[in-house]
């Protein structure tokens, strides 16, 4: 749907959609699946006193790395919440990757759309470059909750590094 564009082009169409009705949001039912081939999952530690993050690609641990780095003081969840929503008349439900929480936001996450409390999917770029408008509703679903909603791809990552993040 958003061949050859930039992550931020991908969270601008984002932004332009609106929201599906949300009928229900319950903490996360979803559990990271058992790791196979060449999927990744882990643990990542935050920092002392926050207690490990799960996550299920190394993209996933690579944007955890960053985001402490730039907001020691965060708070991360993984899988969150489930939300169920209505779209095209059929239930449709969707667990984002992590809630991140921070009391102060750093100026280089504010263009990639987090605000101080940011449900956030992390994919590659050329997978997010190629999601359907019915994927991407799951995301505009989830702003009904309140927190900023944002896709963060490998092209982002890349960038906070070269900024010095890493």
């Known amino acids: ?31 990271i699946p058992i790791s196979r081939a060449n999927h990744v999952r882990g643990w990542h530690p935050i920092r002392p006193g926050h207690g490990a993050v799960a996550f299920e690609s190394k993209l996933e641990s690579h944007f955890l790395t960053l985001v402490a780095l730039l907001a020691p003081d965060l ?15 059929c239930r449709r439900r969707y667990t984002p990757d992590f809630l991140v929480q921070m009391p102060l936001l750093p100026e280089v996450l504010g263009p990639l759309g987090f605000g101080l409390q940011t449900y956030v999917e992390i994919k590659p770029l050329a997978q997010a470059q190629s999601l359907g408008i019915d994927w991407l509703m799951r995301l505009a679903a989830l702003r009904s909750l309140g927190p900023a909603v944002t896709i963060v791809t490998d092209e982002d990552l890349a960038q906070l590094a070269d900024k010095g993040a890493a």
């Open 75 to 89: 708070t991360v969840q993984s899988q969150p919440v489930t939300i169920t929503y209505l779209l095209d008349g």
């Open 1 to 31: 749907m958003y061949a050859n564009r930039t992550s931020q082009e991908v969270r601008q169409g984002l932004a332009r959609l609106t929201s599906p009705p949300l009928l229900e949001a319950k903490p996360s039912h979803r559990r």
